[in-house]
């Protein structure tokens, strides 16, 4: 079968129309979004309402998963994907930005009428946040079978006890409610023992105990948070899908959200890279541009290389899941998550390098960017976890618990 990466007819207008809204609307508000948070970290700038309502009048918003549930195929939507990573904030502009669009993928192939109906539909609205929830503090959580927050059934209710860490998205004051992954049955089999149940976070016990900086970076107005869930009760009907299910809907939601999260990746690398070319350009010292000096041609030259490397990974992993699904695909998309990461990181850092103390200073976006992508080499599973699966592989033993 021939592997076709590119960009479908049908999305090419839909690319372009996106890029040039980026470039023009979306960019330009960037600082002034900043400025905003700096006055009030934990409200969501109303600069924010105006781009998305510009995103929606211009038939941009939403863009992941449409009100019909209808959705992109993976090569095209990757190619939005990394158009959204350009920008720092484009992803929410549109209404796409995790984990809100992983949650509504699972509510849109799992959730059943009603639930799709309470909480899928204001999702879209782009009114309400949400948050999903597997790691846990006390537990080495890059192994799934691990987790061991509990709901108990008592008559229609589920009464759920546990903690939950790095949730992201919980300082958002539109946060709603969190898809929380909890033990259900112990005693089934590993990858059946586990089941995503739907919490709002209004519910009495449920409790956020402090929120995490990553490298000292808030990333307000999202936010993560460690929540404590003490005897909080939902009706039997938040579980999202069968119970046991929860090992499948994880895995479900981080194939599609692991692309789409390195194709924005290979968007912010591309930022990097053109803000990197910028100033090697610009910038002058010992009588030449920085981009004459030393090795520095060499570092242009590679960071290119590598971003077209990680971007064609990225594709075919994409590429692989729309044609022969989740199982197959899983190889793919570890090598891609494994990459993609350390090459942004990569480009990032020599860019902050170029810069000299600007670099790590504020006034450029570089230094933030850094620090998510470092920590992207550990959330959505680390590195090795992913390696692991690879190997696994070759040797013809991959694993049903790997999430
Ligand atoms: C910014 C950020 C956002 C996040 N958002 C969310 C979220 O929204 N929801 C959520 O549930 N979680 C989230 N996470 C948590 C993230 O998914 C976990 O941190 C990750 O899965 C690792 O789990 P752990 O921290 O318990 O590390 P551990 O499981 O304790 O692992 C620690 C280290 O052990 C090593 N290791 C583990 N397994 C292997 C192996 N098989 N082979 C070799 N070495 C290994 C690796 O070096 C690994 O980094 C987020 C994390 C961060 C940093």
Not at 311 to 323: D, E, H, P
Not at 353 to 375: F, K
Request: glycine share 8%; aromatic share 6%.
């Amino acid at each position: 079968m021939t592997m076709n990466l590119g960009v479908s007819d049908n999305v090419a207008p839909i690319l372009k129309k996106l890029k040039l809204f980026i470039q023009e609307v979306v960019i330009p508000k960037e600082e002034a979004y900043a400025a905003a948070l700096e006055v009030d970290r934990w409200s969501v700038p109303p600069i924010m309402k105006d781009l998305q309502q510009r995103a929606r009048d211009e038939g941009l918003f939403n863009l992941f998963i449409a009100r019909n549930g209808q959705t992109y195929e993976q090569v095209d939507y990757a190619y939005l994907a990394e158009q959204m990573g350009y920008s720092e904030i484009a992803a929410e502009v549109f209404n796409c930005a995790m984990p809100d669009s992983g949650n509504m993928e699972i509510l849109a192939r799992f959730g059943n009428d009603e639930q799709r109906a309470s909480y899928l539909l204001p999702l879209l609205s782009g009114d309400v946040t949400s948050g999903f929830a597997m790691t846990e503090p006390s537990v080495a959580s890059s192994d799934a079978t691990n987790f061991m927050s509990q709901a108990k059934r008592q008559g229609d209710q589920w009464i759920l006890n546990g903690e939950k860490t790095w949730v992201s998205g919980a300082g958002d004051p539109r946060f709603e409610f969190i898809l929380v992954m909890c033990v259900t049955d112990g005693k089934a089999a590993l990858d059946r023992q586990q089941s995503v149940l739907l919490v709002p976070t209004s519910a009495e016990g449920v409790t956020i105990k402090r929120m995490l900086p990553v490298f000292g970076y808030d990333n307000a107005p999202h936010g993560y948070a460690q929540i404590q869930f003490e005897n909080v009760a939902v009706p039997a009907d938040n579980l999202i899908g069968e119970p046991g299910q929860g090992f499948e809907i994880a895995q479900d939601r981080m194939g599609t959200g692991r692309i789409h999260q390195c194709m924005r990746s290979i968007g912010a690398a591309e930022r990097a890279l053109s803000l990197m070319t910028h100033r090697a350009r610009t910038r002058h010292a010992f009588g030449k541009p920085l981009s004459e000096l030393g090795g520095n041609v060499d570092i242009i030259a590679n960071s290119r290389t590598e971003i077209e490397m990680g971007r064609l990974l990225a594709l075919r992993a994409a590429w692989s899941l729309q044609q022969h699904g989740l199982e197959n695909a899983l190889t793919d998309i570890a090598q891609m998550k494994v990459i993609v990461p350390n090459i942004a990181l990569a480009v990032i850092d020599r860019a902050i390098q170029m810069h000299g103390g600007t670099g790590v200073s504020s006034d450029t976006p570089l230094a933030r960017m850094w620090a998510s992508h470092r920590a992207l080499r550990l959330s959505d599973g680390p590195d090795e976890v992913h390696r692991e699966l690879i190997a696994r592989t070759e040797f013809g033993q991959a694993s049903v618990t790997y999430v």
